[in-house]
């Protein structure tokens, strides 16, 4: 018994895994291991000899099992120090760049203009980029001559040889999707169109791709008074003051009558601006009251209903907010840029964000 037992002991502190210790366990302690075997001999044996082999043989099983939970528990250890050794992270290593994107701050302001309208009841409508010359001109009753329709302020599309038709343009402003939201709902009608422009111009205050924001309000007693409300509203919770005047100049426009350029009161303190208080006045937006054959054209009676329109700059109204002065910050794709000019609502990509402060 005493040979057996360094036998195991000595195959035991050998084993080199969980499986080597394991089939040693079989071999000694299993159903016909070694010692199942002695211990089966046990009945053979005279009262005396098995009074001395019994407790000797439960003893031995005894030690072979804690000399393997032994075993086990060294080679765990061995284990978890080579994962230490070898499983190492050096964590003073610098950290990788990480990517800074956020909303582009003209999305921004344009989910911003569009938000506060909607707080009014106004529905968002999108519509084609690409425009027929019907529901980009004539149906805002810009005639064939006006300067607007000349190859050098407009982007017309290319057309094959022989075909004849009007060309189809970059639209010049979003009026077109006014047109075909009165065509598809009717009145009445409120809402805001925001969306890219195209004009051929190119300078410090004018690149040819820019963003427009229009809405137009269609109902039976529809007035300019109306009109003067609602930019009230906008400007006051665009800008973030609690008051502010509003200066309507008589100005001209083809698709309402009668029109008005709309200016806000403000002073331009130490080069910032300042809306609702001072002596200066800052020009935001043009307006006034759809022009009947406008609304013909989009399929409404000029006798049954009237509506007033306005259409602003988003790119102008994004700079005066956030005090950019030059329109190449928003088509340099260099955020830093931006930043320099304390963009802050760049750290809050959202649209509530935006509109909490
Ligand atoms: C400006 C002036 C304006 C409109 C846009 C409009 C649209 C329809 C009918 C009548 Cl469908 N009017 N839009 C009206 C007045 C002015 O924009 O200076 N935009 C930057």
Not at 38 to 55: I, N, V, Y
Not at 61 to 66: A, M, Y
Not at 131 to 160: Q, V
Not at 305 to 314: E, H, L, R, T, V
Request: glycine content about 8%; charged content about 25%.
């Amino acid at each position: 018994m005493d040979d057996l037992k360094a036998k195991y002991l000595g195959l035991i502190a050998d084993a080199g895994d969980e499986s080597a210790i394991e089939d040693l366990r079989v071999q000694a302690l299993g159903k016909k291991g070694e010692i199942a075997l002695l211990m089966r001999g046990l009945g053979a044996m005279s009262p005396e000899e098995r009074q001395s082999a019994g407790p000797a043989l439960n003893a031995l099983k005894d030690e072979i099992n804690s000399a393997i939970a032994a075993r086990k528990a060294s080679l765990g250890d061995a284990a978890l120090a080579e994962r230490l050794r070898s499983e190492w992270l050096d964590v003073t290593l610098p950290a990788r760049d990480r990517r800074s994107g956020t909303i582009h701050p003209i999305s921004q302001v344009s989910d911003e203009v569009t938000a506060i309208f909607a707080d009014m009841g106004f529905a968002v409508a999108e519509g084609p980029q690409v425009e027929s010359d019907w529901y980009n001109f004539d149906a805002l009753n810009i005639p064939g001559h006006h300067p607007a329709r000349a190859e050098m302020d407009t982007f017309y599309m290319h057309r094959l040889a022989g075909d004849n038709r009007a060309p189809s343009v970059l639209r010049t402003h979003t009026s077109p999707v006014q047109i075909r939201s009165m065509e598809a709902h009717g009145a009445p009608l409120r809402i805001i169109c925001p969306g890219r422009v195209y004009r051929a111009d190119y300078d410090q205050t004018h690149t040819p791709m820019f963003h427009q924001v229009e809405g137009l309000a269609i109902d039976r007693n529809i007035s300019m008074a109306n009109l003067k409300w609602v930019l009230e509203e906008f400007v006051k919770s665009y800008f973030e003051v609690d008051s502010v005047d509003l200066r309507f100049r008589a100005s001209h426009f083809p698709f309402t009558e009668p029109s008005a350029e709309v200016d806000i009161r403000c002073s331009w303190e130490g080069g910032t601006l300042k809306v609702g208080e001072g002596d200066d006045w800052l020009e935001i937006l043009g307006s006034g009251m759809i022009h009947p054959k406008v609304l013909k054209a989009g399929g409404i009676d000029p006798d049954q209903y009237q509506g007033f329109a306005f259409g602003m700059g988003i790119d102008r109204i994004a700079m005066l907010k956030y005090g950019i002065p030059d329109l190449r910050a928003f088509f340099d794709s260099d955020l830093r840029w931006l930043r320099h000019y304390g963009f802050a609502s760049l750290d809050v990509p959202t649209l509530q964000g935006g509109l909490s402060r």
